[in-house]
């Protein structure tokens, strides 16, 4: 496959723009490939500059669960975009979206729109220390939460695919009140809650870990978060930007029936544009600015475009046997993938919850982020290019899910595996 244009563009990009983009994993720095530039993008297909075209599992990294250009979907943003892109005033279609959310999760009595996933998760973290007086917060190792200061240590996505999980710039005066626990470690946090007697604001996480790969909660580990929170005053802050309206309508906390005090939001609420948000019960949420005193703003939060692509996605994802579809794709994926793996010398592992998988290439179990950290990134980068030159965009890192869209049909999966059947065999 020829990607000479892209490679092209490239050069042209890093002279302008830090490494060539606006977000590292995009570079392909892990896999030892240039980026391909995309011109544009159909249901389950991107394009890129050279003409050629890909199965997508990246999806936007998560939001496009309904597939790329969705018909209802542009002509909403196309119709709202026609009377005005931006007020800085409240509208009503704020409203609509923020009662769908609500109504979606019944812990989330309210909820504040902000602009990307970072936001919520730095808002909502503001929020539980406003709210408790508390200072410190627990996150996980491997979990990302977004680029905010006190959640850039030890994080996952492209801070762990670059190995620089806890980034130069956060001062140490602001990382030490981020207390990092190994995932699927209840009696480490329990410890470590112990340790901290009453300085804990908030335990954040991923409640399917999908930033280092794809990593299940075992069973027991967010019953006792949660029973653990409740009996320290400590807000459990459930990290749905990824997970939300898509391993369920009501995402992670519907399909495993954990609830947590805050929920933050984001990707597929937006449905493709930019947009996230946290949401928690109304006495929590009501201590936000202007009725109460924890400030927290946007100039284009709540923007008109996101709120009427969020409202058409959501409206779709309602439908009848939507996550069905989804579930029942993404297992035969599942299937043909782990056939295809089988037939290779190296060792491999697939992990999938609903419509989020990851091939690590080691022996797994994967449930945290050491275990994550021992697959090998390089076959994987081989592994990755083959696919790319078959026509499979795959998440260009070892440590980020590949996502399933509605738009994804028998055949694309069909050609997928056969091309992973290829690929693994050429390693
Ligand atoms: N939380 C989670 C779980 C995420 O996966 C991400 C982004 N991948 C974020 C927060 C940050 O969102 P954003 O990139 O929109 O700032």
Redesign the pocket.
Known sequence: MNHTKSSQLFAEAKKYIPGGVN?PVRAFKSVGCDPVFITHASGSQVYDSDGNSYIDYVQS??PMILGHAHPKVIEAICKTAAEGTSFGAPTHLETQLAQMVCEAYPNIEKIRMVS??????MSAIRLARGYTGRDKIIKFDG?????ADSLLVKAG?GAATFGVPTSPGVPADFAKHTLTANYNDLDEVKQMVAANKDQIAGIIL?PVA??MGCVAPRAGFLEGLRELCTQEGILLII?E??TGFRLAYGGAQERLGVRGDLV?L??IIGGGM?V?AFGGKQEVMDQLSPGGGIYQAGTLSGNPLAMSAGIATLTLLKEEGFYEQIEEKSAYLEKGLRDAASRTAHKTCLQRVGGMFCTYFQEGPVSNFADAARSDVETFGRFFRAMLDKGIYLAPSQFEAGFMSIAHTRENLDRTIEAAQEAFSSL
């Open positions: 977000s990294w998560g990307s996933g970072t936001e919520a998760t979990c990302y939460h977004g680029h996505s991923e999908g930033n990290d930007v990824m933050c984001g990707k930019p996230g």
